[in-house]
């Protein structure tokens, strides 16, 4: 769900009433296990207009992201998004840089705003979301493991294992390494509120 998409040009507005009944036939099929959820892409300027879309529905889960605003300041605009639309996961800390080659040392720099962005997320109760695509695919194994570092140190306790898929090939993306990720981190899978 993403309003005024630079890359699409349009509004990117799931059809709610087809989802819920597509999952609903679904569920029939695979006995009640198929949940709803959605990527909501906070746009400040729209941000009227998200929460106006997000009133009458329902959604087991609800990924808190941060695309675009056009310009920069990416983590300006990730800390100010957090808190401003209900959510249980902060999808991709890493999206704004994920395609650029960042290394810790380069993201230490930041590391104030990222301990408040963290501090924010946990008080807003959102999951911590380890993605497997900026993990395996964008190459940023290390950013996560600096970022789990400063999670935990903050006590974080909610944490969410993504694999980004837009296709069916990165369906459970390096599922069995982010497991083994976890285990290295002593999060105990009662901390994991969801692998999608």
Same mark, same amino acid.
Do not use: T
């Given at each position: 769900?993403? *309003?005024?998409?630079?890359?699409?040009?349009?509004?990117?507005?799931?059809?709610?009433?087809?989802?819920? !009944?597509?999952?609903?036939?679904?569920n029939k099929q695979y006995n009640n296990r198929i949940k709803?959820? /959605?990527? /909501?892409?906070?746009?400040?300027?729209?941000?009227?207009?998200?929460?106006?879309?997000?009133?009458?529905?329902?959604?087991?889960?609800?990924?808190?992201?941060?695309?675009?605003?056009?310009?920069?300041?990416?983590?300006?605009?990730?800390?100010?998004? /957090?808190?401003?639309? %209900?959510?249980?996961?902060?999808?991709?800390?890493?999206?704004?840089?994920? *395609?650029?080659? *960042?290394?810790? !040392?380069?993201?230490?720099?930041? %590391?104030?705003?990222?301990?408040? /962005?963290? !501090? !924010?997320?946990?008080?807003?109760?959102?999951?911590?979301?380890?993605?497997?695509k900026s993990i395996y695919l964008y190459h940023h194994e290390? *950013?996560?493991?600096?970022?789990?570092?400063?999670?935990?140190?903050?006590?974080?306790?909610?944490?969410?294992?993504?694999?980004?898929?837009?296709?069916?090939?990165?369906?459970?993306?390096?599922?069995?390494?982010?497991?083994?990720?976890? %285990?290295?981190?002593?999060?105990?899978?009662?901390?994991?509120?969801?692998?999608?």
């Amino acid at each position: 769900f993403d *309003l005024s998409n630079p890359y699409s040009k349009q509004d990117d507005v799931p059809d709610y009433e087809a989802y819920s !009944k597509e999952i609903a036939e679904l569920n029939k099929q695979y006995n009640n296990r198929i949940k709803k959820g /959605i990527e /909501i892409g906070y746009f400040q300027p729209r941000e009227a207009d998200i929460l106006s879309y997000l009133a009458d529905k329902e959604f087991d889960l609800k990924l808190l992201s941060v695309h675009h605003n056009g310009v920069n300041d990416y983590l300006d605009r990730l800390e100010y998004a /957090i808190g401003r639309v %209900e959510a249980d996961v902060l999808a991709h800390f890493d999206y704004g840089f994920r *395609l650029f080659d *960042l290394s810790v !040392k380069d993201l230490q720099i930041y %590391e104030p705003q990222l301990i408040r /962005i963290f !501090k !924010k997320m946990i008080e807003n109760n959102l999951a911590f979301e380890l993605n497997a695509k900026s993990i395996y695919l964008y190459h940023h194994e290390d *950013l996560y493991r600096y970022a789990l570092s400063l999670v935990q140190q903050l006590g974080c306790h909610r944490y969410s294992i993504g694999s980004d898929g837009h296709k069916l090939a990165h369906f459970r993306l390096g599922f069995d390494q982010l497991g083994s990720l976890l %285990e290295e981190y002593s999060i105990s899978k009662e901390e994991v509120i969801n692998y999608r």
